[in-house]
C-alpha cells in the first residue's frame, strides 16, 4: 500500500524558510518520479514542483525560491521552501508521478502559513 505524509508546515513571516518532508512507503522511491502540489484557500490545486532521477521542475511562481530533492536511503523527499510570501499560503502535498500536473496519489499534507 502506497503511503505519503508530509510534514514541516507551521506558519513563518514574511521571508522565511521552511522545509516540508513526506515520508513515503509502498513502493520503489528511488525509481518513482515525484512532486509537490499545493492548494491555496479558495482556489484549485497547482503543480509546484516535480523531480524525476535527476531532474527537477519548478512552476514558474517558485523558481528560483524553492528546491525540490530526495533521499532516496530514506525514502524521504523535500522541499525546501525560502523567501516565502503570504501568497505562498497554502496546504501542500505530495504525490506521486511525473508531469506538470496535478494528477497522482497524495498524501493528507501540511499547512504552511506566510503572514505578511
Known amino acids: 500500500e502506497v503511503q505519503l505524509v508530509e510534514s514541516g508546515g507551521g506558519l513563518v513571516q514574511s521571508g522565511g524558510s521552511l522545509r516540508l518532508s513526506c515520508a513515503t512507503s509502498g513502493f520503489t522511491f528511488a525509481a518513482t518520479p515525484m512532486k509537490w502540489l499545493r492548494q491555496a484557500p479558495g482556489k484549485e490545486l497547482e503543480w509546484v514542483s516535480s523531480?524525476?532521477?535527476?531532474?527537477?521542475d519548478y512552476a514558474d511562481f517558485v523558481k528560483g525560491r524553492f528546491t525540490i530533492s530526495r533521499d532516496s536511503a530514506k525514502n524521504t523527499l523535500y522541499l525546501q521552501m525560502n523567501s516565502l510570501e503570504p501568497e505562498d499560503t497554502a496546504v501542500y502535498y505530495c504525490?506521486?508521478?511525473?508531469?506538470?500536473?496535478?494528477?497522482?496519489?497524495r498524501g493528507q499534507g501540511t499547512q504552511v502559513t506566510v503572514s505578511s
Open positions: 523531480i524525476r532521477l535527476t531532474r527537477t
Open positions: 504525490a506521486v508521478g511525473s508531469g506538470q500536473n496535478t494528477l497522482g496519489q
